[in-house]
Nanobody, 126 residues
Framework: VQLQASGGGLVQAGGSLRLSCAAS????????MGWFRQAPGKEREFVTA????????YYAEPVKGRFTISRDNAKNTVYLQMNSLKPEDTAVYYC????????????????????WGQGTLVTVSS
């Protein structure tokens, strides 16, 4: 599966952005989808993920209550709605896809995701 992330940009603190990740190739609905981010000078970290149907959602603590992941399997797209943005949310955001495995910790773990988009930069000014 090929992934293309978009929607990044510059926003003031307290503002909102919606990222999109369009998938092509093999059946999109066969994959769990996740978003990760990498801030300048830091390692890439988990943000959020969803199961194939979108019925189960996982969030990192720093974004709970502010970010929402959703997917539209008919459009082969996963979204990341980001509200109440903070300067510390500044990062390159990556979407990623993986097969479903039995371990729930796989959703949070980068090495379980073999497919990655190119990243989109989100900059939050104070």
């Amino acid at each position: 599966v090929q992934l293309q992330a978009s929607g990044g940009g510059l926003v003031q603190a307290g503002g909102s952005l919606r990222l999109s990740c369009a998938a092509s190739g093999r059946t999109f609905s066969s994959y769990d989808m996740g978003w990760f981010r990498q801030a300048p000078g830091k390692e890439r970290e988990f943000v959020t993920a969803t199961t194939r149907s979108g019925g189960r959602l996982y969030y990192a603590e720093p974004v709970k209550g502010r970010f929402t992941i959703s997917r539209d399997n008919a459009k082969n797209t996963v979204y990341l709605q980001m509200n109440s943005l903070k300067p510390e949310d500044t990062a390159v955001y990556y979407c990623a896809a993986k097969a479903t495995v039995s371990s729930s910790s796989s959703y949070y773990t980068e090495r379980f995701y073999p497919y990655w988009g190119q990243g989109t930069l989100v900059t939050v000014s104070s």
